[in-house]
């Protein structure tokens, strides 16, 4: 395995928002290459600048002449990078005086660890000006392969088998189950290096975004929570239960957890309903962004196979392919299947995940009938695996996730 030089929204960055010069807006989780694929794209340019608002001299700047910050263009357009602005008050409106005002082209970067939507407040807006994505950590996908599919070749690709399993792929399948997706643990892979940066992260996104978000007084009890949810993924997420161990209100964890979501700490998915009898209204799933949290192998897994698929998802999404989602399938009889790709409303691809069962889940026949899809899939943790079953009018595919996933951006 090697280091990467380039991440996957890069392009689609120069192509959707330079080409026209609009902003881009990147926010994902801490430490997942943001700042990184900045500065990669930075170096390309003859005329750039890079700015974080933890520096003080750039907090001053911005204050007094934000304006100051576009500096005149030497040949190229400038790429002007502000790392984590959304932290300043106003930030919005000072951010469209600064575009509306440019006498000449320049392309804008922001990037943020928290979801810059959180900071979108008053009655100023930047509708028009920009598109937004979202950086996740790295992939089989993007370790694996080059460029990033549509879903229809992504697809396509998967069924036909296009890519299959190698010594590489298996052997970074492995490292992404063992230290996670984030760059350094995953390309150091030195165990306790990785425990030691785990600590300093979840401390980091507790003890610093939290804070620089809300005034809530009970860091404490909030990095309580967040130890407890590892041990959660995977099954449903019962707030009532949440709030009996911390002995804190119902909405207070309910607070707290939408907190959690907009600081990419954790990711929830929901039932998906239509179509389906008797099927599970609320309960959400919760899983972790850094499943390297997640001690349990199964849930660990399942958690790698559900990040995957979000992230398809939100390129997808973010990149005008349509409107994808993950939700997954459940009913009141507890029957389910893990996951479920929804396109533009309609069932696209569903998921199961399996830790060694080669055997179609049952469930299949309950739910497959429902949703119409096709194709379905059923991945395992084993290598080598890849059989074809039919299930009704629908084909599952059996199949080793570490040759599977890699069909994915």
């Not at 280091?3 to 990147?26: D, N, W």
């Not at 937004?132 to 996908?141: A, D, E, M, S, Y």
């Not at 939700?327 to 893990?338: C, G, P, S, T, V």
């Not at 399996?354 to 055997?359: E, F, G, P, R, Y």
């Amino acid at each position: 395995m090697v280091g990467m030089k380039t991440r996957y929204l890069e392009t689609p960055i120069e192509q959707l928002c330079f080409s026209g010069h609009k902003m881009a807006f990147v926010s994902g989780p801490r430490q997942c290459g943001k700042t990184t694929m900045a500065k990669l794209m930075l170096a390309r340019r003859t005329s750039e600048s890079y700015r974080n608002w933890d520096d003080v001299v750039f907090r001053r700047q911005w204050a007094k002449d934000p304006s100051a910050i576009v500096a005149a263009p030497q040949g190229n357009v400038p790429l002007v990078v502000l790392d984590e602005i959304h932290k300043a008050k106003g930030w919005k409106r000072t951010l469209k005086g600064v575009y509306d005002t440019l006498v000449t082209p320049a392309d804008i970067m922001v990037t943020g660890s928290a979801r810059l939507s959180v900071y979108k407040k008053g009655s100023d807006s930047l509708t028009g000006r920009y598109f937004q994505f979202r950086l996740h950590p790295l992939t089989l996908g993007e370790m694996e392969a080059s460029g990033s599919p549509t879903p229809d070749d992504a697809l396509s690709a998967l069924f036909q088998r296009s890519r299959r399993s190698s010594r590489s792929s298996v052997s970074t399948f492995e490292a992404l189950e063992r230290f996670g997706g984030f760059p350094e643990p995953l390309l150091g892979q030195d165990e306790r290096k990785a425990r030691l940066w785990r600590r300093n992260r979840i401390d980091t996104v507790i003890r610093e975004d939290v804070r620089d978000l809300t005034r809530i007084p009970e860091l404490g009890r909030i990095e309580m929570m967040a130890a407890l949810l590892p041990e959660r993924v995977g099954s449903l997420f019962s707030m009532a239960s949440l709030r009996e161990d911390l002995e804190v209100s119902f909405d207070t964890v309910r607070r707290w957890t939408a907190l959690l979501k907009d600081l990419y700490y954790v990711h929830e998915i929901k039932p998906f309903q239509t179509a389906i009898a008797r099927s599970l209204r609320k309960e959400g799933k919760l899983y972790m962004w850094d499943y390297g949290e997640v001690s349990e192998p199964a849930a660990r897994f399942e958690n790698l196979v559900a990040n995957h698929l979000l992230k398809a998802c939100h390129l997808w999404t973010d990149t005008g392919e349509g409107t994808f989602d993950l939700h997954y399938l459940r009913n009141k009889e507890k029957q389910e299947i893990d996951f479920l790709i929804v396109r533009d409303r309609r069932p696209w691809l569903p998921v199961e995940v399996k830790l060694a069962d080669v055997d179609p889940s049952p469930h299949w026949r309950r739910f497959l009938p429902a949703i119409k899809c096709p194709r379905a899939l059923q991945l395992v943790a084993t290598p080598g695996v890849w059989r074809e079953h039919s299930v009704g009018d629908s084909r599952v595919t059996v199949a080793s996730a570490c040759e599977a996933l890699a069909h994915l951006p």
